[in-house]
């Protein structure tokens, strides 16, 4: 699978039983299957945060993305939550994630200031931020 943010390839990960496609040595970014998102939880999304990232690697945010699983269809860009302070991609056919390098942290961010309840992987993976010390 290509990375939809720089084309890298992407390599899959192993993190507390569930596996995703991460950019090792590319932008960072990861990518979560629909059902690999409802499994999430904080030991394993601490875990994925040390993708090694090329330093050299542009993202350009405005390029449209194609999601690595469905051929031809392009990420959706949509605020993360009502509070719109973070932006990830999803695709429209298969529920898939993708979250740049960085994104991970700032849904803790926003978590942590939220009064809404998230949905179960966004509680998991802000946790997880909070444990990780960039
Ligand atoms: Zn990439
Ligand atoms: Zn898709």
Known sequence: MKCPACKNSLREKGAGGMTVD?????????????????????????????VWRDPNKEVKLTEPRVCPRCP???LERRWFSEQKLVEIDQCPTCGGL???????SRIHQEVKG?????????????????????
């Open 22 to 50: 991460i950019c090792y040595g590319g932008c960072g970014g990861i990518w979560f299957d629909q059902r690999e998102l409802q499994r999430v939880d904080a030991r394993s999304a601490a875990n994925l945060h040390t």
């Open 114 to 134: 939220a009064k809404v309840a998230p949905p179960g992987w966004v509680a998991a993976m802000a946790q997880a931020a909070a444990q990780v010390r960039v």
């Open 98 to 104: 993708w979250l740049d390098e960085g994104e991970f």
């Open 72 to 74: 031809e269809q392009v």
